[in-house]
């Protein structure tokens, strides 16, 4: 009678347990971005801002002040990198250390919060502003708050969890695409967030069949392919699995842009991109659209 109590006791714990694990996946709904970011839909957003802003005069880069300086103007999506110091808290920042961007000097991951608030952000012309390193946790709260959507680009030294777990934290699942880099990143970030839209590299057939063969749906894909322009054929592909393609235009392609005219924008478009992540938003946007 006993062996049968202790056998009835474990089957109502696994049961319990098992039922409590099921509720809790239910919980965690799909991000709105999975819906919104497909290539057959045409109503989300055609540029994204490289590192929050760069290159504008008393806007520093990954700043959240120029996060909305530049969202009064235009509808983007705004990629911003993230860091983590000393004392376990996540910033946006992009180099591992603050020499080039702030007043201050030293490694991020050698600082604390309190030690970086001494400091303010320059921008890319060395105008010392007012601005502050900012904590992701307010940039998300604020970024929630006008809808605005990120690519959270996540610097080597950060776990891909880390910076998971403070999405969830905010509950911005729905402003929040994950960055990778390539088909293992891709692979963990999907395991860690199966509810999370992904950007995933595929530069050309060979990243794309690759991508393909993973667990990965292709529903949770926004597809990078790459700062050149990648043959009009593989746009096609990406659009055939309705996967959304960005162009990285930062660099070469935006100094073409600067020289030739807004046109070559338009053209790439044409081709099939269907975001230009670029250093020229403001240019971008208006010969876009």
């Avoid at 293992?184 to 995933?200: G, M």
């Amino acid at each position: 009678m006993k062996q049968i109590f202790f056998i009835l006791a474990f089957l109502a714990f696994v049961g319990c347990k098992q039922s409590k694990e099921s509720t809790q996946t239910t919980e965690i709904a799909a991000s709105k971005l999975i819906e919104l970011f497909k290539a057959s839909n045409s109503t989300f957003p055609n540029v994204s801002v490289h590192r929050g802003g760069k290159g504008l005069v008393n806007y520093p880069e990954n700043c959240l002040e120029t996060i909305n300086y530049v969202n009064d103007s235009i509808v983007a999506i705004y990629e911003i990198d993230i860091a983590q110091t000393k004392d376990g808290q996540l910033v946006l920042l992009h180099d591992n250390s603050i020499d080039r961007t702030t007043t201050g000097s030293g490694k991020v991951d050698q600082l604390t919060y309190n030690e970086l608030k001494e400091f303010n952000l320059v921008d890319d012309h060395g105008n010392e502003t007012s601005f502050k390193i900012p904590l992701f946790s307010d940039v998300l709260t604020s970024c929630k708050k006008n809808n605005i959507i990120l690519t959270v680009d996540i610097k080597k030294t950060v776990s891909q969890e880390t910076v998971i777990n403070a999405i969830r934290e905010a509950n911005a699942s729905d402003i929040a695409i994950i960055i990778t880099y390539n088909l293992q990143q891709a692979q963990t970030a999907y395991e860690l967030a199966p509810d999370l839209l992904l950007s995933v590299s595929a530069r050309n057939d060979e990243e794309l069949n690759r991508l393909l063969g993973t667990n990965v749906p292709t529903k949770n894909m926004l597809a990078f392919t790459g700062t050149r322009l990648s043959d009009v054929s593989l746009f096609k592909r990406l659009h055939d699995e309705n996967i959304v393609c960005m162009l990285g235009t930062l660099g070469n392609l935006d100094k073409s842009a600067e020289a030739k005219g807004g046109q070559l924008y338009r053209e790439w478009k044409e081709k099939g991109v269907d975001i230009m992540a670029t250093d020229r938003p403001f240019d971008a946007y208006k010969a876009i659209n």
